[in-house]
């Protein structure tokens, strides 16, 4: 594993040092990993410098030559699936064989767009006389600045950095303090790839605020693109406002999942599982409020305890781990509160409350939840399962949609009539129909609502790297 691990942010092609360190630990032990250098300032502009020499030089680059640098960087990626998944498990905690996962998907990205880069097609347009031609095609925005989470280290970093590169533009990121590891290893292989020096910059910072600021205001950095929660969206959006910057924001959600009396009740348990239980419930498509048909609410919750009751909470390295640590201290004690809050107002818990220590978090299952609960609003991210009896079809999408957020839902019935009305009925960006895991690289990702602007993925993904440029030529 040591030959991928690096301890200094990533400018123009060089490890770039400072003298401040911080510590990136590992969740399952509370262990430092390793001491990483804290960006200065300089850093951030050379970085914000370095990836706007690039762009000049990367957007004269045609598309199948960038095509097959991200095909290069897929393949190395692939190669050291092993290396890469093991430094996740240990700066982020998920099971060993999730991380395997996600390198897949992740890598399924940059694949995807280096197959998308040779696909930026424009328009001819009919004229509307005879002395005029009309077209549109398609540039480059610019030099791009991304902020990623920490609970897709991988994955949220190639979704955007992939298609803006396909695209022919320069990125500088800064992923989550605490895992940065995976995107310097990224940037790395991307480096030997043969990505040009300085088209992706990697920033290694505890202090996101100055980084944020000093990227959102530059007059250089033409798009910004955010993953996290609404509330760091909202002011990263305002900040990106005094230089009219193109944002895209996959923000938080409040995943509703139903199951309808004529559902399959061992395929939605199985789905259920899924939706919730992946990377340990810190997913913002996580299944956050699980609405049952009260005529089958005695069986999904015998089904579901039997279920849960066999999960294995460990360390992520050991290969019996279902469920890692959660990411730190405080995320454990938010979910905590949650469930005492929930207690406190009526909620009932199936089978014992469980302390196991450290970050680890034992599974729990609350029925009889409210909207008058803190559980129902917030997004858990931890593996809690709530559960509202619903009687009503009008009654649980009244439910489902009254709220700020609009990113994941999910329903089990097998009813094509109600399949229909409920998939168009729902107001999210993304619906799993009798399936509770649902992200692809091929496939539009992203929300309504206070859940973000604009897609992930897809053949829409690439677009929002691109500007259209209009072009009216009289002959
Ligand atoms: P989470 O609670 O899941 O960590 P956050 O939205 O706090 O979600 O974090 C997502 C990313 O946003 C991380 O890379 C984090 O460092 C960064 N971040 C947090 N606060 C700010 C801020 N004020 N300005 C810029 N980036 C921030």
């Given amino acids: 594993m040591s030959d991928l691990i690096f301890s200094d942010s990533f400018i123009n092609g060089e490890f770039y040092k400072t003298d401040t360190r911080f510590s990136v630990d590992d969740p399952a032990t509370e262990k430092s ?20 020499g690039a762009f000049i030089k990367l957007k004269a680059t045609n598309a199948t030559t960038r095509s097959n640098v991200l095909m290069r960087w897929f393949e190395l990626v692939i190669q050291h699936k092993q290396t890469l998944a093991e430094l996740m498990t240990k700066e982020q905690g998920k099971p060993l064989k999730e991380a395997l996962g996600e390198v897949e998907y992740g890598a399924g990205f940059i694949k995807w767009y280096a197959e998308q880069a040779k696909r930026s097609y424009g328009d001819v347009i009919p004229a509307t006389d005879d002395n005029h031609r009309l077209t549109s095609f398609k540039q480059p925005i610019g030099v791009v600045a991304g902020i990623t989470p920490w609970n897709f280290p991988i ?35 991307a480096d030997q790839a043969g990505f040009e020096q300085g088209t992706f910059n990697v920033l290694v910072s505890e202090n996101a605020k100055m980084v944020g600021e000093l990227l959102t205001e530059s007059g ?27 944002t895209s924001m996959e923000l938080g959600g409040n995943a509703p999942f ?36 009260r005529s089958v609410l005695d069986q ?85 399962v709530s559960i509202i009896a619903f ?70 993904g690439l677009d929002e790297y691109l500007e259209e440029k209009y072009v009216c030529m009289k002959i």
Avoid: W
């Fill in 258 to 293: 139903i199951i309808f009396d004529n559902a399959d009740l061992d395929e939605a348990v199985t789905g259920l599982m899924g939706a919730k239980f992946r990377n340990g419930g810190q997913t913002c498509v996580a299944a956050n409020r699980i609405f049952v048909q």
């Fill in 391 to 460: 009687d009503e079809e009008a009654e649980v999408l009244a439910l489902a949609n009254n709220v700020p957020y609009g990113l994941a839902a999910y329903f089990y019935s097998q009813d094509i009539k109600q399949i229909y009305r409920i998939s168009e009925a729902l107001e999210f960006g993304m619906v799993g129909i009798n399936e509770g895991l649902i992200s692809n690289p091929v496939a539009p990702f992203g929300g309504v609502k206070q859940s973000g602007l604009g897609r992930e993925g897809g053949h829409q």
């Fill in 220 to 246: 250089a950095v033409r798009k910004f693109t955010f993953t996290g929660s609404t509330g760091v969206g909202k002011q990263l959006l305002a900040q990106c406002a005094s230089t009219i910057k193109r």
């Fill in 155 to 189: 994955a949220m970093v190639t979704r955007k950095v992939a298609p803006a590169y396909a695209a022919g533009c320069s990125f500088v990121l800064k992923p989550s303090e605490h895992t940065p590891l995976c995107a310097l290893a990224l940037a790395y292989l």
């Fill in 300 to 384: 999904v919750v015998d089904k579901l305890a039997k279920t849960v009751t066999a999960l294995k909470v460990g360390n992520g390295l050991d290969d019996a781990t279902d469920i890692g640590p959660l990411i730190y201290p405080e995320a454990k004690q938010k979910v905590q509160e949650l469930v005492t809050d929930a207690k406190a107002k009526g909620a009932v818990q199936i089978g014992d409350n469980v302390e196991l220590g450290g970050n680890y978090q034992a599974p729990v299952i609350l029925t009889d939840v409210t909207p008058e609960m803190d559980i129902y609003h917030q997004e858990v991210f931890g593996p809690v």
């Fill in 33 to 52: 990993i390793i001491e990483v250098s804290d960006i200065d300032q300089t850093g951030v502009q050379q970085a914000i410098n370095a990836a706007h």
